[in-house]
């Protein structure tokens, strides 16, 4: 168990077995890309897949107080074990083991024909666990299907 903070410029190669080691060795890795030869959507994804988070910067931004910020923000998830849940709705990718300050949760869902929906959001968090309850009322989009 543990953390690794990785800040790099460069292009990877093996990303599968990267990808295949790190899920493996039980560590959450947080990457700092920084400028456009960082490889952002393979960063995005090793973080994401150990439990950690990914943040990218241009070569002009200020690489020292990006890299602080992400180191203070390791040992402190804002919320663990999250769950989402809706009657009938399927999400994706499932949920992060733990979010962090500063980076979003993003999901997915599919709601064929609903319109009204109700999304329970659960996590645990510094005050114990927590619940949230968010109506949704989704529009129907013919430019989505197909």
Do not use: Y
């Amino acid at each position: 168990g543990g953390d690794v903070l990785m800040l790099t410029d460069g292009q990877v190669s093996g990303t599968d077995a990267i990808l295949a080691k790190a899920r493996a060795a039980g560590i959450r890795i947080h990457c700092l890309g920084i400028g456009s030869a960082s490889q952002d959507r393979f960063l995005t994804l090793l973080a994401r897949e150990t439990g950690g988070v990914s943040r990218f910067l241009t070569a002009r931004e200020r690489v020292d107080m990006a890299a602080v910020e992400l180191f203070a923000s390791i040992g402190r998830p804002v919320a663990r074990d999250i769950r989402i849940e809706a009657d009938g709705i399927s999400f994706a990718p499932e949920p992060p083991p733990a979010i962090f300050d500063g980076s979003p949760l993003v999901m997915f869902g599919d709601s064929p024909g609903q319109t009204d929906v109700k999304i329970r959001l659960s996590w645990e968090g510094s005050n114990g666990n927590r619940q949230l309850d968010v109506p949704v009322k989704l529009a129907e989009n013919a430019a989505a299907d197909g």
